[in-house]
């Protein structure tokens, strides 16, 4: 079974220091890996996936095979990435495309 | 402008009553899914569709109902069966086959059961 894990409710940070979303996930065999982001009054919309390997507004994240985990960085919060972030995923090899979501961080960037 | 359309956005609901929440997409996307959000448990897969008049159950199906007549269309039915129904619901699709499994979200529909 799948099971994604974000230890993190809420994150608190002011602007201009490093934030730091972790994200662990269970799954024998070889996933996908997403971050999605919801703005206030916004729709959940993807930020970045792990085969990208790109960065998207600051934000990267490596996948960590040996410790299960993709967590998401960014070296200087801004106070527009105040948001609720979801780390997801989602089996190569399931051609009907669904995601395991993590239960959410809400990240607060105070100035 | 083209995307996913849910509604109604606001929803309220008596306990015992059916209703039928709408998603429609103009993406030509053949996958769609509905999902559930709520606070501290993240989204929640009730029904997903890969091709019109075919659906499977997701991880909470019970006391849902869903229909793919048309392939823009994926309504979700709440019947009075579903124990808790106050939720945000979400409705998704996906395009891309070969497997990138990247979502488009709906801006969402509220119920909320009086």
């Known amino acids: 079974a799948q099971r994604v894990t974000q230890p993190e409710k809420l994150l608190s940070v002011f602007k201009g220091a490093p934030v730091e979303l972790k994200c662990n996930y269970s799954y024998s065999g070889s996933p996908e890996l997403f971050w999605y982001v919801q703005y206030s009054r916004q729709r959940l919309q993807l930020l970045l996936r792990h085969i990208s390997r790109e960065s998207i507004k600051g934000f990267t994240a490596d996948l960590n095979k040996g410790e299960t985990s993709f967590h998401l960085k960014k070296p200087f919060a801004q106070e527009e990435d105040s948001a609720m972030y979801y780390c997801?995923?989602?089996?190569?090899?399931?051609?009907?495309?669904?995601?395991?979501f993590g239960a959410g961080t809400q990240v607060v960037v105070t100035p | 402008d083209g995307g996913i359309t849910q509604s109604p956005k606001y929803l309220f609901r008596k306990e015992g009553q059916n209703v039928t929440l709408s998603c429609e997409q103009n993406l030509n996307h053949d996958a769609m899914y509905w999902y559930r959000q709520d606070p501290g448990q993240g989204l929640r897969l009730i029904y997903y569709?890969?091709?019109?008049?075919?659906?499977q159950k997701g991880d909470i199906a019970e006391g849902y109902s869903v229909s793919r007549e048309k392939k823009e269309s994926f309504p979700l039915t709440v019947t009075s069966a579903q124990k808790n129904p106050t939720a945000f619901y979400l409705c998704a699709s996906r395009g891309d086959r070969a497997g990138a499994n990247v979502l488009t979200f709906g801006a969402g529909s509220r119920l909320t059961v009086l």
């Open positions: 997801a995923l989602s089996a190569r090899t399931d051609s009907w495309g669904k995601l395991q």
């Open positions: 569709s890969q091709i019109v008049n075919d659906f």
